[in-house]
């Protein structure tokens, strides 16, 4: 574990830390006016590899070759020159600092972090941090790598979890959930939804998808899988007879079937690493997947209510009224496709960079 203090003063900025992997939603923008939870759990910090955040310097500002040493290789309006490295915390778990009003951003209904850092170090007023929890963006802080350290901290150090005990006993994501939003006279409302962190998945593993289809058709596994993945891939990719196959693969999964092209694998959570068969083919291309959307997809929770005498249990789902389901075809989040796609090598491919540029220009927009 660890805590981070003040580069200035030495004064702890935070509680005691675990490290684990970015969210692949932490950059999303979602839908205008909704209240988007907390990014982080509580007790652990991820490290941003990316910059995030002004100043910012426009495409035709930057050589492409600083642009592919920094992993882009797409062009881009602008890119964020701040420092990289920001370390994301939950804004629970910041300590000893205060806000700078003056550095509101261009924020709705809270702060956005255009200003840069927004807090300061109540021992020694260096700015050392940015909070957002502006409408549509994930709540988070991001401690400033050039104004905070992380030394080690008292308490237990345990090791990651086993892919098998993750197989096992670790937690899903539901593909659907209620959207709360900042209403109007009458307080905050909700409405049922697409779950933002299955659109941000999606658009990341489709960019992935794309890379290891080469430009043919994919199929992937019918259900749930196919609403969330087919429809987008079958409208980007071509028709044709020659089919790669994608196949939802992992620990405690079957043995993999001959002629599978692609495998949808999950990432661990930890150590951001991604699943790898014992003894993957050669031409099989891993397309990561967070670990609560891969194990939902390869054992579904059943909405089916069954029945239930005397008092109902608190895990007992009442058949009255039925559970609600979005009323529109799932779309994946078309923010975190473009910044996945324009960070593969592959997108170099001129049928690739096509597709990225006409998502630019609108042409495709529908399928996300």
């Not at 939950?90 to 009003?101: H, K, N, Q, S, V």
């Not at 196919?226 to 891939?233: G, P």
């Not at 999950?266 to 397309?287: E, I, L, M």
């Not at 997947?289 to 054992?299: A, D, F, H, Y």
Request: proline letters at 11%; glycine letters at 10%.
């Amino acid at each position: 574990m660890f805590v981070f203090v003040c580069a200035g003063c030495g004064g702890e900025l935070t509680a005691p830390l675990s490290q684990v992997s970015l969210p692949v939603h932490a950059r999303q923008k979602y839908g205008n006016g909704t209240r988007l939870p907390v990014l982080m759990q509580p007790g652990t910090f991820a490290v941003d590899p990316d910059p995030w955040g002004g100043p910012w310097r426009m495409w035709d500002e930057i050589d492409p070759g600083e642009a592919e040493a920094r992993g882009i290789y797409a062009q881009a309006y602008a890119l964020s020159d701040s420092t990289p490295g920001a370390s994301v915390i939950a804004p629970g778990d910041i300590r000893g600092t205060r806000l700078i009003p003056e550095k509101r951003g261009g924020a709705c209904c809270g702060l956005d972090g255009a200003d840069g850092p927004n807090m300061a170090c109540e021992a020694c007023d260096l700015p050392v941090a940015t909070r957002i929890d502006d409408c549509s963006l994930w709540q988070a802080v991001r401690l400033s790598p050039d104004a905070v350290h992380r030394i080690p901290a008292d308490g237990v150090h345990t090791a990651p979890l086993s892919w098998a005990e993750l197989a096992e006993n670790g937690e899903k994501t539901p593909p659907f959930e209620p959207i709360a939003t900042w209403g109007g006279r009458l307080g905050p409302n909700h409405y049922w939804s697409w779950s933002p962190q299955w659109e941000a998945a999606a658009g990341h593993a489709i960019a992935h998808l794309l890379v290891a289809s080469q430009g043919k058709p994919v199929k992937v596994p019918g259900g749930l899988s196919a609403d969330v993945f087919q429809r987008t891939l079958d409208g980007l990719l071509p028709a044709g007879p020659s089919t790669r196959r994608a196949v939802l693969a992992g620990p405690g999964r079957p043995s993999l079937d001959v002629g599978v092209d692609i495998l949808l694998v999950p990432v661990h959570p930890q150590t951001g690493h991604t699943w790898s068969a014992a003894d993957p083919a050669a031409s099989t291309y891993p397309v990561p997947l967070p670990l609560g959307v891969w194990l939902w997809l390869t054992s579904p929770q059943s909405y089916l209510p069954f029945p239930a005498s005397g008092r109902i249990p608190q895990d007992v789902l009442r058949d009255d009224p039925l559970p609600l389901l979005p009323n529109s075809l799932f779309r994946a989040d078309r923010g975190t496709f473009q910044h996945t796609l324009a960070r593969l090598p592959a997108v170099r491919s001129p049928w690739l960079g096509t597709i990225l540029k006409n998502l630019v220009q609108g042409t495709g927009a529908d399928l996300f």
